[in-house]
T-cell receptor, first 113, second 111 residues
Framework: EAGVAQSPRYKIIEKRQSVAFWCNPI?????LYWYQQILGQGPKLLIQFQNNGVVDDSQLPKDRFSAERLKGVDSTLKIQPAKLEDSAVYLC???????????FGNGTRLTVT | GDSVTQMEGPVTLSEEAFLTINCTYTATGYPSLFWYVQYPGEGLQLLLK?????DKGSNKGFEATYRKETTSFHLEKGSVQVSDSAVYFC??????????FGTGTSLTVIP
């Protein structure tokens, strides 16, 4: 089965610019997650979707981050404007549901200068 | 809220040594528990899982047992190899299929 696809793989932007990341989950996986992984730390959940509805976005900095999952499949995560502290790897993951494991994409490494 | 506490790293072992990475959790209800591994330059991959108390997850020589009485899910391997060098993350899945990760433990195995 095809895995979780993410793009781009790397992105370098200046602070105050905007950036968008794209994710295509494994076919049939209703639950989709975006995580932020800062170097040396564990993944931190930003937002969780169930189909095209938001389940949890309590840790999403909503003044600058937004995410959508139109039609319950692909998802995009946007940062506008970016700050230096947003430099991290942004991971997308999907899951079939309760007790099922997460399947991760390779992530997008963002560097904000 | 739900959380995972993981053994601090980094850990350096000689090849064929015994490995233990400690993981304890706090959760309401009955979470599922997982170990993920991240090899250099790669994404996170599921290593093993356990969905109820006393379950033992195993894969590639690694094992972990879901201990409800001690709220632990320690990762073990009897004889590590250089190829096991990676960062290991303990995680739990609680109510609403929300996943929480530990901070990761970096393992380096030297020949």
């Amino acid at each position: 089965e095809a895995g979780v696809a993410q793009s781009p793989r790397y992105k370098i932007i200046e602070k105050r610019q905007s950036v968008a990341f794209w994710c295509n989950p494994i076919s049939g996986h209703a639950t989709l997650y975006w995580y932020q992984q800062i170097l040396g730390q564990g993944p931190k959940l930003l937002i969780q979707f169930q189909n095209n509805g938001v389940v949890d976005d309590s840790q999403l900095p909503k003044d600058r981050f937004s995410a959508e999952r139109l039609k319950g499949v692909d998802s995009t995560l946007k940062i506008q404007p970016a700050k230096l502290e947003d430099s991290a790897v942004y991971l997308c993951a999907s899951s079939l549901g309760q007790t099922s494991p997460l399947h991760f994409g390779n992530g997008t490494r963002l560097t904000v200068t | 809220g739900d959380s995972v506490t993981q053994m601090e790293g980094p850990v350096t072992l000689s090849e064929e040594a015994f490995l233990t990475i400690n993981c304890t959790y706090t959760a309401t209800g009955y979470p599922s528990l997982f170990w993920y591994v991240q090899y250099p330059g790669e994404g996170l991959q599921l290593l093993l899982k356990a969905t109820k108390a006393d379950d033992k997850g195993s894969n590639k020589g690694f094992e972990a047992t879901y201990r409800k009485e001690t709220t632990s899910f320690h990762l073990e391997k009897g004889s590590v190899q250089v190829s096991d060098s990676a960062v290991y993350f303990c995680a739990l899945s609680g109510t609403g299929n929300q996943f929480y990760f530990g901070t990761g433990t970096s393992l380096t195995v030297i020949p």
